[in-house]
């Protein structure tokens, strides 16, 4: 299986909104725990196609649309976070994704962290799985903070 990552683009813009929607994506996600609207998603996704400190990243596999990799640089730290289509995962596409993004950014951005909810066992397999370490755990926000350095 070859995924094929790009940034993502104008024409992006529905398929995300669809996936920014879906049940489990909102269940993990850290900042919001409810569905988004399409002008609250067209607006940070314009945001973040055309931002200098954010990379948006659309990946594909056989030109089928599966997954979402965005990459946040906060403090000198490259937090990464991702999504799987819902009809593409438990297949080890996540962890694929991931661990060709971060060869594809190794030398450049090579401090990369990741803050996951600690009932998202996926996500939390994938990233130990990747080399990464537990930093921190904050108990009352139930969230792991994973970090990769020196790659």
Known sequence: MSLSIRKAKFADLMKTYDWANDKEVIKNSINRSTKVSLKEHSEWF???????????FI???K????G???????KKAYFISYLVDKKKRSK??????????????????????A??????????SIFLNLGFKIKYTNNDKNIILYELKNL
């Open 46 to 56: 314009n945001k973040n196609i055309d931002s200098t400190t954010n990379d948006l």
């Open 59 to 61: 990946v594909s596999l």
């Open 63 to 66: 030109n089928e649309k599966i």
């Open 68 to 74: 979402l990799i965005r990459i946040d640089l906060i």
């Open 92 to 113: 080890g596409l996540g962890y694929q994704m991931l661990n060709k993004i971060i060869k594809k950014y190794n030398g450049s951005k090579n401090n990369f962290k």
């Open 115 to 124: 803050r996951v909810k600690k009932n998202n066992y996926a996500s939390n």
